[in-house]
């Protein structure tokens, strides 16, 4: 049965044919006893990376600014609200998200049309990298979950070695945000599995492809999206 799948407030990511062969391409590591990590909480990649969250603050601001009209425009909540997620060993932390959704008449949660322009480029997600300077987050790592979609399993096996992060094998597989997860499309075992592979197979070529493919899956989401709506 081939299934689609819908990534993003149901903005389709592929079929389960095409999620199959996604999956395949994502390193897979053994039993989490024979777990090694080759990427370390604290190293020099991690401070480099917070100093480069650093310099790309002012960057992060000015986008903000520029998007403030324009989410005013389009959606009658507060522009910027906060959201508690998860982070390193179970700890909670705020991110801060702007305000690209807004209820219907039907009462159901829906994009706005700005959300709609940024969200398939993975721009709604900026604001984290103040959240990396601040060492609440780094660029390579799982994406930030809710506490109601994961479990002390997830916390334990993955949680307690890494931070969450912005790029990852992962959001390769169902996208960048988390709704494969909370649609059932995507079990936390998997997701413990390929969060795993990332700290086991971590390497600068490692992080490198999946910075590129991540780039290529952002523009490509964008590309759809404006076909999707023009």
């Not at 389709?12 to 390193?27: E, F, N, S, Y």
């Not at 094998?169 to 592979?197: F, H, P, W």
């Not at 523009?219 to 404006?226: H, P």
Request: charged share 20%; hydrophobic share 45%; net charge positive.
């Amino acid at each position: 049965m081939n299934v689609r799948i819908f990534g993003r407030q149901g903005r389709g990511i592929g079929t389960t044919a095409q999620i199959g062969h996604r999956l395949a391409d994502v390193p897979h590591v053994g039993p989490v006893e024979e777990f090694t990590i080759n990427k370390p909480v604290d190293s020099v990649g991690i401070v480099i990376g917070r100093v480069v969250a650093w310099l790309l603050t002012p960057l992060v601001l000015i986008v903000a600014l520029l998007f403030l009209p324009f989410i005013l425009a389009s959606s009658s909540e507060f522009p910027l609200w906060r959201q508690k997620r998860v982070g390193y060993c179970g700890n909670d932390f705020w991110v801060p998200k702007f305000s690209t959704m807004h209820v219907v008449a039907s009462g159901e949660l829906c994009e706005t049309w700005f959300g709609r322009l940024i969200r398939p480029t993975g721009l709604d997600e900026i604001l984290q990298v103040l959240l990396i300077a601040n060492g609440d987050m780094q660029w390579f790592g799982p994406r930030p979950l809710l506490r109601a979609d994961l479990d002390e399993r997830y916390i334990a096996s993955v949680l307690s070695h890494t931070k969450p992060g912005l790029f990852s094998s992962r959001s390769l597989v169902t996208g960048i945000g988390n709704r494969a997860l909370q649609e059932g499309k995507i079990s936390l075992a998997e997701m413990i599995r390929y969060d795993l592979a990332d700290l086991q197979n971590w390497s600068f070529v490692y992080a490198s492809r999946l910075l590129l493919r991540t780039m290529i899956m952002m523009a490509t989401g964008s590309l759809m999206g404006r076909a999707d709506h023009g």
